[in-house]
């Protein structure tokens, strides 16, 4: 009898199981994959590329993106008559090339939606992006992760103690928190371990910034602290400025950038221990924020006086010193390949759009606070509102205009960015081409 009914649900099951495999995507074919690929246009197309390897060989082996380049860019302009005679490595920078061109079109021209939900019970000042995921916190007693596109929460990390968090960073396998005198690391795949250095590690840290396997902190005393990860212990010491480290950048080639309270940068080597350089800032106005494009070797620096400055540290050059801001800047950042555009916020809580050769503020963006367009329930009390985006015209005077949260932190993403502002809420700011 046994026999007999477990004889007569393993049809059942079988047929359970062969359901749940036709509705997961590994399911769909190569063909099917491609009749949906071909409606999209070339950003989406880009994007899915990028989603696994088996997409990416799909559309690859299939054209689609060679199609989609040559319709846009009209093969015959080029003196061109045949796909083929572009070499992988031509296309992959020509869609490279184009993919920013749309980024920086959008950021310039809009139009713009900002959507806006909940994520901490208290006002929050960071936030970080990367893979499509974003990672909010210092305010309260936990980081929390997002997703970009959806708002859906994913995840959670709980500081161990009542130490205060003032730093954070994350990629694939971990989150890496400076949380008062010490490092702590987080898994993010596997058990849910915490890794805790001992306290009073290094004097009190302000800034952090992290590649793996490397932590680096800035602290109050003016002394940057290499944390390392497989040691578990401070590696490197060394003196950067008289006063406060106040951010940090790390580049390809293991060279720390520090900013100074003071007005001054500097920059030392991992290899030697020393400080190698240092770059001349005009006036006495604190760096606020620092960023690096490891695609043109140009370093950007925001100051407490509104002024966005651009060197090429290969030559300890200022290429360009503009003020773009009235106030205080808190942030600064621009997508890795992209050597057009930056996006800067600060204390004024306008989210300026720079031309990264010139310093000239290509858009200035507010949010329409005056309204919802859409308002989604994510359950338990959370709403995802859906708000306007409004581009200012260049004879808008910003001490005119209501008050707006500053811009805390920000991070940038292929047609969106992301920004925080001391209160409860995050902000996705989404361009579209027109």
């Known amino acids: ?22 509705t997961s995507v590994e399911a769909l074919g190569d063909d099917v994959l491609c009749m949906i690929f071909v409606l999209l246009d070339l950003v989406h197309l880009i994007r899915c590329s990028a989603v696994c390897k088996s997409w990416s060989m799909v559309i690859r082996k299939l054209k689609l993106l ?40 959008s950021l310039k021209e809009g139009p713009c939606d900002v959507f806006r939900w909940k994520c901490h019970l208290q006002g929050f000042k960071k936030c970080r992006m990367k893979m499509g995921l974003i990672l909010t916190g210092v305010g309260d007693k936990v980081m929390r992760l997002w997703s970009a596109e959806t708002g859906k929460g994913l995840d959670e990390y709980i500081l161990p103690d009542k130490a205060p968090l003032f730093d954070f960073d994350f990629d694939e396998g971990k989150v890496v928190g400076l949380v008062g005198t010490r490092i702590c690391i987080w898994r993010r795949v596997g058990s849910r371990d ?11 840290g302000l800034c952090m910034c992290y590649v793996d396997p490397q932590a680096v902190i800035g602290c109050e005393d003016g002394k940057v ?33 520090s900013g100074s309270s003071l007005g001054s940068i500097a920059i030392s080597d ?39 400055s651009c060197w090429d540290i290969r030559m300890s050059k200022r290429l360009w010193e503009s003020r773009v801001s009235p106030n205080m800047l808190y942030s600064m950042h621009h997508l890795r390949n992209d050597k057009l555009t930056l996006v800067v916020g600060g204390i004024d809580g306008v989210l300026r759009i720079i031309d990264q050769d010139t310093g000239t503020v290509l ?64 902000r996705v700011w989404k361009f579209h081409n027109r």
């Not at 026999?3 to 036709?22: D, E, F, G, I, L």
């Open 1 to 22: 009898m046994e026999a007999t009914t477990s004889t007569a649900n393993q049809p059942q099951s079988v047929n359970k199981r062969r359901h749940t495999a036709r």
């Open 66 to 105: 060679q199609l989609q380049y040559h319709k846009q860019q009209h093969v015959d302009s080029f003196g061109l008559s045949d796909a083929s005679t572009y070499s992988e490595r031509l296309l992959n920078q020509q869609l490279g090339q184009l993919a920013m061109d749309m980024q920086s079109w």
């Open 225 to 257: 602290r290499v944390f390392d990860m497989y040691s578990r212990k401070i590696s490197q010491i060394i003196k950067m400025h008289p006063g406060s480290v106040s951010s940090l950048c790390f580049t390809d080639e293991q060279m720390i950038i």
């Open 270 to 308: 991992l290899s030697s221990d020393q400080q190698v350089a240092t770059l001349g800032t005009t006036g006495s106005a604190g760096i606020r924020t620092l960023c690096f494009n490891p695609s043109s070797y140009q370093l950007f620096a925001g100051s407490s006086a509104g002024y966005a």
């Open 194 to 204: 915490i890794f805790s250095s001992r306290e009073g590690l290094f004097a009190r």
């Open 363 to 426: 858009s200035r963006w507010i949010v329409e606070e005056n309204g919802i367009i859409a308002n989604h329930s994510m359950g338990k009390n959370r709403f995802l509102e859906r708000k306007k985006g409004i581009k200012l015209s260049e004879d808008t005077r910003i001490d005119l205009m209501p008050n707006r949260p500053p811009i805390t932190c920000l991070a940038v993403g292929m047609q969106k960015v992301v920004t925080t502002h001391s209160d409860r809420f995050l």
